[in-house]
Antibody
């Protein structure tokens, strides 16, 4: 069965970096993109972007471009999300989610069929 | 980016009720829409994709409809386990994927 297992909760000082991992199992890792979604306390879902686990290509939401980096290790079936310099506004639960792609004329669509359990990142100022 | 607006923001209902949640896109998105259910402390769960296709394993009391800019999620007969927050998501990778703000479904 498909599973996405994320690393544990982090407490960081403002200005510090953080790296969250997401280990996939139960499917061919390189045939799907992995997306990242953020959820601030008591708030809704915010899409951050994706990494193609096969070729390493990435796409970032404009809100996160230049602040986060996605990487992957195919030998470990694991993707990583790096935030370079945290602020208090980055306090949130971060989810990885497998993107099921549907190609239609003129568009690539992604639906998130499996999710990790979430990683809480708390930033203290 | 395409903005997604859900209504209502919260709704109270009883077990056995029929409930409808609406989602409106700021521009036409064909049927490129999904619905998710999220319970407290849990990750979201995919319910509906392609506006009306039921994800495997999801009970048939959930259904979705709509195209273009207006979409609905209907729960035909509420069960105790359905009380949760529901999100719509527009699925187009360009310029970027966006979610609605969520609708909280509470027990009356």
């Amino acid at each position: 069965q498909v599973q996405l297992v994320q690393s544990g909760a982090e407490v960081k000082e403002a200005g510090a970096p953080v790296k969250v991992s997401c280990k996939a199992s139960g499917y061919t890792f390189t045939t799907y993109a992995m997306h990242w979604v953020r959820q601030a306390p008591g708030q809704g879902l915010e899409w951050m972007g994706w990494i193609n686990a096969g070729n390493g290509n990435t796409k970032y939401s404009q809100n996160f471009q230049g602040r986060v980096t996605f990487t992957r290790d195919t030998s470990a079936s694991t993707v990583y999300m790096d935030v370079g310099s945290l602020t208090s506004e980055d306090t949130a639960v971060y989810y990885c989610a497998r993107g099921r792609i549907v190609v239609v004329p003129g568009a690539y669509l992604y639906y998130f069929d499996y999710w990790g359990q979430g990683t809480l990142v708390t930033v203290s100022s | 980016d395409i903005q997604m607006t859900q209504s209502p923001s919260s709704v109270s209902a009883s077990v056995g009720d029929r409930v409808t949640i609406a989602c409106r896109a700021s521009q036409g998105i064909s049927t490129w829409l999904a619905w998710y259910q999220q319970k407290p402390g849990q990750a979201p769960k995919l319910l509906i994709f392609g506006a009306s296709s039921l994800q495997s394993g999801v009970p048939s009391r959930f259904s979705g409809s709509g195209s273009g800019t207006d979409f609905t999620l209907t729960i035909s007969s509420l069960q105790p386990e359905d009380f949760a927050t529901y999100y719509c998501q527009q699925a187009n990778n360009f310029p970027g994927i966006t979610f609605g703000q969520g609708t909280r479904l509470e027990i009356k």
